[in-house]
């Protein structure tokens, strides 16, 4: 079976431009989470989707924004792009939301993202 | 504020030495704590899970304890190999009510040289 997957690996944009991050969970798992991951920190969590539904937002701006689709996948939007936002974007998925409690979250390679 | 601080921040050891990791954390409630390894550019993998009620747990060469009274769990890794070379990282889950928002320590990153 194939693990999650991200697309693209690498993106490089400029400032104040918008960008799309493709995440496929592992065939049967229903949950996905979206995390961001500054060089030389750990991962802060932006979203968790189960069921096409937003179940969880960390303390991201507006600008983020996320949605999942029927077949679970899951997209990541950033608009307005800032130097800031440079990070290694990571998506986890997981077979069920939160339950039981030691669900384990299996993560992509993730997409780095370099703003100009 | 929940809060996950692991130590040293930076290791280097010898290839074949045995090693620990230190997380404290201050996340509250508790669900389970998990360690992660993650290669350079890579996605975390899971090493090990553990519950409140759970005080160690082992997978393979790593075994990670756990006190949930001093909120303190470690990471011991035996006879470390140059591929054991990654950062690894300490994650705490308050559980599923609180829309499984983990949170991660900054990592302990870790190199085994020859």
């Known amino acids: 079976d194939a693990g999650v997957t991200q697309s693209p690996t690498h993106l490089i944009k400029t400032r104040g431009q918008h960008v799309t991050l493709r995440c496929s969970p592992i065939?049967?798992?229903?949950?996905v989470s979206w995390y961001q991951q500054v060089l030389g920190q750990g991962p802060q969590f932006i979203f968790q989707?189960?069921?096409?539904?937003?179940?969880g937002r960390g303390n991201f701006p507006d600008r983020f924004s996320a949605r999942q689709f029927p077949n679970y996948s899951s997209e990541l939007n950033v608009n307005a792009l800032l130097l800031g936002d440079s990070a290694l974007y990571l998506c986890a998925s997981s077979l069920i939301r939160g339950g039981p409690s030691t669900d384990t979250q299996y993560f992509g390679p993730g997409t780095r993202l370099t703003v100009l | 504020k929940n809060q996950v601080e692991q130590s040293p921040q930076s290791l280097i050891i010898l290839e074949g030495k045995n090693c620990t990791l230190q997380c404290n954390y201050t996340v509250s409630p508790f669900s389970n704590l998990r360690w992660y390894k993650q290669d350079t550019g890579r996605g975390p993998v899971s090493l090990t899970i553990?519950?409140?009620?759970?005080n160690t747990k082992s997978n393979g060469r790593y075994t990670a304890t756990l006190d949930a009274d001093t909120k303190q769990s470690s990471l011991h890794i035996t006879a470390s190999q140059l591929s054991d070379s990654a950062s690894y990282i300490c994650?705490?889950?308050?559980?599923?009510?609180?829309?499984?928002?983990?949170?991660f320590g900054a990592g302990t990153i870790l190199r085994v040289k020859s």
């Open positions: 065939s049967g798992h229903k949950s």
């Open positions: 553990m519950t409140f009620s759970e």
């Open positions: 989707y189960y069921e096409k539904e937003e179940r």
């Open positions: 994650v705490v889950s308050p559980g599923r009510e609180y829309g499984n928002k983990l949170v």
